[in-house]
């Protein structure tokens, strides 16, 4: 766009100094143009002379080039924006100068989720709907965790692409398998990654940003962070992993108060009271429960409950609790059988994240 901009001023100065001093001005440049002058002043003879010819002249010019400049940098600025919204999907990614500000990846997010909910059946728009705000919402959870913990501007920068893109497989994996369920379909992390790599998304970035960003995504649903994570992949692991958390409770604490869940969220479970073995096990003794033991919906009620084993930032945990998820969730508790022993566990962490 500003090659655009530097073009349409250098053809903007040729008209004006065509029309203002005729064609043999063109080859002769500055000084030429003081010339000029000077034989004018020496033919004129007097300052009067050369007000009264000169400046209502100069006016007009003014105003003439000032008139032609602007539309000509409208224009050429309106061409140029065109230019990159119209581009074809393959080679979005791929726009120097673009790529490495955030609204150009906004841009590209909403560009490459439309297809997925444009002209769909109404429950699939309702799903693609929910990754969609849920990606936009992580996206803001982790600029407020990453500002809580002061990052630097790049920081927030790589914590906000990966917020955005940390669910990008989910709208090719409900297009594909009509499912959010990981077990029955692909994992959502590994095709994300794979998008992501496909579309060039992040080419315009340095090699150790966007590989901090690819572990990130692909790593956001795994049981565990790799131990080998040090520095800024392992924060950004954890960010990641703290506000999709956040979030998610927040979508099922916003559907509890709304008097109930839906079988798209809760993943088709079956509903039970009951609390299967290996989850109940796993949750006392302090571990994140596994998604694979995860039998009915109250099994995934106490794995949610067990991701506060896995909150990395107080700041997090503050907001978790703060906005009543914790409660919600052991309200939801109170159908279910022995859930003493869950209810002790939840005090207990409660009260060790005190101190
Ligand atoms: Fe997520």
Redesign the pocket.
Known sequence: MYANLLRALALSRQFFCLWAHGPSFQSGGVAQLGERHVRNVEAAGSIPAISTIMIPRLCIQCVCFSWFFGFIAIRESFLSIRGVWNRPRDEVGRVPGHTTSIQWFHSWFGRYVRPFWRDRKAEEVYAISL?II??QR?RREIVTIGKGIGLGANDLFLAELIGLF??IG?FEQFHLFHTFVDNSSVDHALLGRQVIEREGLLGDLPDRDASIVLDAIYY??KLAIPSHFKGLRLLMSRLIRDA?KL??LRVFHSLYEKGGGCATVNLDLPDSPAISRDVREDFLAGRVVDFKNVRSTTDFLVMRLSWLYDIYFPLTFKMIRDRGYIASMEDQLSQVCGKEEICNKVRQILSDEDR
Do not use: A, P, Q, W
């Open positions: 990754k849920h990606s992580v940390h669910d989910r956001h649903n999709d979030d998610i």
